[in-house]
């Protein structure tokens, strides 16, 4: 039975799982923080966070965009980071199912849609609003930026343990 990579390289592992945590944590200050806010007519103004658009989608009843973006940016993004954790602590010859799904999983990039979505509000929103980019977009953008790292050294990693 071959080792993890926590037993192979304690010390590696010990900074991807930390570096995981941050990913998650990233993660998560990105859905829940605002996104962007929407001025209009210099009076109203409205803060829009990934949770809150997803939560008016399903109000709306637009199924199909509520299930597009919340696939992509928040189900593959948790999947990517729980096989992540996975594939860097489980023994050898249990990661390579983890190590699979991620090949698999990281070829639906998270950042990609969740750029185009804001692109497609901006411009959208261009004659009715002003858009302002909040701190939530650059927690999103970082955390998919550190995942996909994170997967690359995890990948490089596992090849050195074959």
Do not use: C
């Amino acid at each position: 039975m071959r080792a993890s990579l926590r037993r192979r390289f304690p010390a590696q592992a010990a900074v991807l799982n930390l570096l995981i945590l941050a990913a998650l944590s990233l993660l998560l200050l990105g859905l829940f923080a605002p996104l962007m806010t929407l001025q209009k007519f210099l009076i109203f103004s409205n803060q829009v966070s990934l949770y809150s658009g997803l939560a008016d989608l399903w109000r709306e009843g637009e199924w199909f965009l509520f299930a597009l973006i919340g696939l992509f940016s928040v189900f593959f993004p948790l999947l990517k980071l729980l096989l992540l954790t996975a594939a860097v602590n489980l023994p050898g010859d249990r990661r390579h199912g983890p190590l699979h799904w991620l090949e698999a999983v990281g070829k639906w990039s998270m950042l990609d849609v969740f750029v185009v979505a804001l692109l497609v509000v901006s411009v959208k929103l261009r004659g009715m609003a002003s858009v302002q980019v909040q701190y939530g977009a650059y927690a999103f953008a970082i955390a998919a930026l550190l995942t996909m790292f994170l997967v690359n050294w995890v990948h490089l990693l596992a090849g050195r343990t074959r």
